[in-house]
Each structure stands twice: as C-alpha cells, then as structure tokens.
C-alpha cells in the first residue's frame, strides 16, 4: 500500500521555523516528484513546493520562495520542507503529495486546480499565530 505520512506540523509565532517530513513507502521513490500543497479553510488548495529525487530539481511557489526550502533524503524516502520566517499567511494543512514522472521545471504544481497528483498524504496542521 501507498502511503505518504507527514510530520512536523504544529503552532509556531510568526516569525519562527518548523521542518515538515514526508516518509514515503510502497512506490519507487525516485521515480515520482514529491512535495506538498496546502489548504486553508476557504481558500483553494495551492501547491507549495516539490523536489525530483532524481535531479534535484525544486518547485516553489511565489509565496513561500526564499523561506521554504525542500529537500530529499533517498535513502530514507522522505522529503523535507524546512519553513522559516512563518506568517499567519502560511496556516494551513500540509499535505504531502508524489506525482509520477513529475518534472518541477514545468511549475505545474503552480497550476490552479492541478490534477496531476498520484498519491496523498492525509496531511498536518500548520497554524501560525501573530
């Protein structure tokens, strides 16, 4: 079974830091993108950062560039997103995601209402207090 469980969600002041973690299993990591997007209780769901295993390659989305950084550990299957500089902007759920074949190069994550996802996590609570 398929499964991507996050962690290291929580309540932080603005201006402080979390790490996220995605642990993947049950697929081959390096053939898929993987990331997060984030919900907020009336927003749409925007996508907020992904990595190829592959080659290194990132997505970041305009608002989280230059305080989000992602990265990937192969040999763990996990996927980390170290979030700094954190403003009640950034509360949300985080859900990790694995796209086949993803290529972040292509910004298709950025894409409203992208439907290109394969694999969900079941996501963690970031909320950020002012």
């Known amino acids: 079974e398929v499964q991507l469980v996050e962690s290291g969600g929580g309540l932080v002041q603005a201006g402080g830091s979390l790490r996220l973690s995605c642990a993947a299993s049950?697929?081959?990591?390096?053939?898929?993108?993987i990331g997060w997007f984030r919900q907020a209780p009336g927003k749409e769901r925007e996508g907020v950062s992904c990595i190829s295993s592959s080659d290194g390659s990132t997505y970041y989305a305009d608002s989280v560039k230059g305080r989000f950084t992602i990265s990937s550990d192969g040999a763990k299957n996990t996927v980390y997103l170290q979030m700094n500089n954190l403003t009640p902007e950034d509360t949300a759920v985080y859900y990790c995601?694995?796209?086949?074949?993803?290529?972040?190069?292509?910004?298709?994550?950025?894409?409203?209402?992208?439907?290109?996802?394969?694999?969900w996590g079941k996501g963690t609570l970031v909320s950020v207090s002012s």
């Open positions: 049950g697929f081959t990591f390096d053939d898929y993108a």
């Open positions: 995601a694995a796209e086949l074949g993803g290529n972040p190069h292509n910004d298709l994550w950025g894409v409203p209402n992208y439907d290109g996802v394969d694999y």
